[in-house]
């Protein structure tokens, strides 16, 4: 059974010993599922007065909003034993400056590979240990293949975090039968998401779509995907793969993807091992699960044959 825990935005206490930084918010698709699996794990030791959790909220503020953000948690680096940092934002703005002044950084849900942020910001690598978020999008798409033969696909998204994804995707299928089945496009706001989502709709050439428009701007602002969800489901009648069980609680059919649970709880593993084995340990996340939402299934009138249920779906969400 999966635990879930109450958080909070905590003011520095002087007592804690782990900084964890989230690069999103407190309700956000990837990094809340990351963070709950590694307090999971981690209670078995520590206790909630061990960590002080920052949430960075870069789905919505600005550059400028964020590095002040991160200055500030630099000011009181030197206190905590280790810092964690989910997702890249976090990694870059407060890991990779906290590593310069010689702290012991464990990362989880990077999309960029770690060997890419080595070489250009030249790191240390004995003081990085973590999950880099491998989203298996080859074997998820070869298994719903079976199902339904993949015609196009539909990859929306948006610059920032979107465009990561969007590239980890294209990585991914590099030399595969899907690469030239992929169909990016970008969307820079909610118009265009509801102009484009009714168009893939109604485009027989696409048999699925991807979810990637991670934030939108609207009058000067940004919208976080959990109020763009509708769009997508409002108006495409399709399937989906949307690599994230939370998604699949949002109302999304899911499919299968990276389990972001374990995959926070894998994290919290390396953590708790480290003073027994102090070597530097990066490793993907764990293989791809599958996930269904049976109402969107039924409502989009998607057939799942019974050896898909049986031998591959681990949740469903009725």
């Keep these: 059974m999966r635990i879930i825990f109450s958080l909070y935005l905590i003011i520095v206490f002087s007592f804690a010993k782990i900084l964890v930084v989230n690069s999103y918010d ?6 809340m599922p990351q963070l709950n699996g590694f307090l999971s794990k981690m209670y078995e030791k520590y206790s909630a007065d061990d960590f002080d959790i920052c949430f960075l909220n870069a789905r919505v503020a600005t550059k400028d909003e964020l590095h ?5 948690i630099l000011k009181n680096i030197n206190k905590y034993d280790y810092i964690v940092t989910f ?8 890991g ?3 590593s310069k002044k010689g702290k012991q950084i464990f990362f989880s849900g990077i999309n960029i590979p770690f060997s890419i942020y080595e070489k250009k910001y ?6 990085f240990s973590g999950v880099y978020e491998k989203l298996h999008i080859k074997e998820i798409l070869t298994t719903f293949n079976k199902i339904k033969p993949v015609n196009k696909i539909a990859l929306f998204y948006s610059k920032g975090v979107g465009e990561i994804v969007k590239n980890q995707i294209l990585t991914e299928l590099k030399n595969t039968e899907f690469e030239k089945k992929l169909i990016f496009i970008e969307c820079k706001n909610i118009n265009e ?9 109604n485009n027989n050439e696409f048999t699925l779509f991807m979810p990637f428009t991670m934030s939108l701007k609207t009058n000067h602002k940004k919208t976080p995907f959990y109020k763009l969800k509708d769009i997508y489901l409002k108006n495409i009648k399709k399937p989906d793969i949307s ?9 999304f059919l899911g499919f299968g993807g990276v389990d972001f649970f374990e995959m926070g709880k894998s994290l919290g593993k390396i953590v708790l091992n480290y003073p027994k084995n102090p070597k530097p340990k990066i490793i993907n996340a764990p293989k791809a699960v599958y996930f269904i939402n049976a109402k969107r299934a039924k409502e989009i009138d998607f057939k799942l044959p019974e050896w898909f249920i049986k031998q591959y779906v681990k949740d469903i969400v009725w």
């Design 87 to 94: 997702d890249d934002a976090a990694f870059k703005l407060v």
């Design 96 to 98: 990779i400056p906290a």
């Design 243 to 251: 690599v994230n069980l939370v998604l699949t609680k949002m109302g």
């Design 68 to 72: 002040q953000k991160a200055e500030n």
């Design 26 to 31: 407190e309700k956000d698709q990837c990094g």
């Design 193 to 201: 998401l509801k102009q484009k989502t009714k168009e893939i709709n």
């Design 122 to 127: 030249h790191l240390n690598k004995n003081l």
